[in-house]
């Protein structure tokens, strides 16, 4: 299950549609202002499904939510260390620090 970092520094769940394999963001309280956001469908699929009458299986959601959930915790425990070690931005400054192959080869020519 991929995962994205938000803004803020903060890992969130990103989904796959079941249906259409589109991937999706749900809002973080995984409800939709016209109802619950299902872990198994987007937005989009999970209206279509709804207007079909077709309900998500509930053992399927929880299969999905768990795995979200077990990757976002993998995410944060392999957060990368943030580099110490970070190149100027500056030029050299000295003539001896530009030169190399590419140097010579101007002159020989």
């Keep these: 299950m991929p995962r994205i970092r938000d803004g ?11 249906e ?3 991937h999706y963001l749900p809002p973080e309280g995984m409800v939709y202002p016209d109802g619950p956001a299902s872990p198994v469908w987007c937005a989009h699929c999970q209206a279509a499904k709804r207007a079909a009458g077709v309900r998500e299986d509930p053992l ?7 795995a979200a959930r077990a990757a976002l ?5 392999a957060e990368p260390a ?3 070690d ?13 030169s190399g192959p590419g140097g010579v080869r101007g002159k020989l020519a």
Excluded at 60 to 66: C, D, G, I, K, M
Excluded at 73 to 77: F, L, T
């Design 60 to 66: 399927l959601a929880r299969v999905a939510l768990a």
């Design 82 to 84: 943030a580099r110490s």
């Design 86 to 98: 970070v190149r100027p931005s500056r030029p050299p400054a000295s003539r001896r620090a530009r």
């Design 8 to 18: 803020d520094r903060r890992l969130r769940m990103v989904f796959e549609c079941a």
């Design 73 to 77: 915790a993998r995410a944060a425990e």
């Design 20 to 22: 259409c394999g589109a």
